[in-house]
């Protein structure tokens, strides 16, 4: 499973866009890349998921390079309710069975 | 509709006794997975179910923990003899998988059960 590092924690301000870079560079060809959100004594939520290029969704939006060695999650106009913690996932659904690698996350800060 | 639940939400108990931990997935999900979050920590996986099979129990930490599901829905998670480094948040999730498999990965997690060992 490929190993995937992103920023501890971010500050934002009410209104903003952020951006979270996820770095995954020996994503294998058939990984996915897949974004959870999870707020203080919650289970994780799904957020989006893509391939290549860009996935956009009712919540966000996700940018990956051809080279898919990197990805980015793009959160517009960020709320209070925003401030959680945001991790990035890589794995191939069909021959792992979907289990989830989760790192550390970034910790995102939303401030009025 | 529902989503997946677990119980209990709490559990406290004394350090060398036995715990279940229950998980109800989202009906029709074929694909159940036990994960873990200690203070501060990410998520640890467990293990994995397909229907009633575990194809993957890699993420098991030792021969106290177990996990069976039956009828391809409800799953217990058990910890032998348990230690206090065995507190932690014990999370459930599930998954649909369709015919031929899916690339979608979106899981649904449950509340989790807090587990205590004292």
């Known amino acids: 499973l490929a190993k995937t590092t992103q920023p501890i924690s971010m500050d934002s301000y009410e209104g903003q866009e952020v951006n979270i870079t996820c770095s995954h560079n020996?994503?294998?060809?058939?990984?996915?890349i897949t974004w959870y959100q999870q707020f203080p004594s919650q289970g994780p939520r799904f957020i989006i998921q893509?391939?290549?290029t860009k996935v956009t969704n009712e919540v966000a939006s996700l940018f990956i390079p051809a080279d898919r060695k990197s990805s980015t999650l793009s959160l517009p106009r960020v709320s209070l309710s925003d401030t959680a913690v945001y991790y990035c996932l890589v794995g191939d659904v069909f021959t792992q069975g979907g289990k989830l690698i989760f790192g550390q996350g970034t910790e995102l800060s939303v401030k009025p | 509709g529902a989503g997946v639940s677990q119980s209990p939400s709490n559990k406290v108990t004394e350090k060398g006794k036995d715990v279940e931990l229950r998980c109800d997935p989202i009906s029709g999900h074929t694909a159940l997975y036990w994960y873990r979050q200690s203070l501060g920590q990410g998520l640890e996986f467990l293990i994995y179910f397909q229907g009633n099979s575990a194809p993957d129990k890699s993420g098991l930490p030792s021969d106290r923990f177990s996990a069976e599901r039956t009828g391809g829905s409800v799953s217990t998670l058990t910890i032998q003899r348990t230690q206090q480094e065995d507190s932690a948040v014990y999370l459930c999730a599930s998954r649909t998988v369709g015919s031929g498999g899916s690339e979608n990965n979106e899981q649904f997690f449950g509340p989790g059960t807090r587990l205590t060992v004292l």
């Open positions: 020996n994503i294998a060809t058939n990984d996915y």
């Open positions: 893509g391939y290549k």
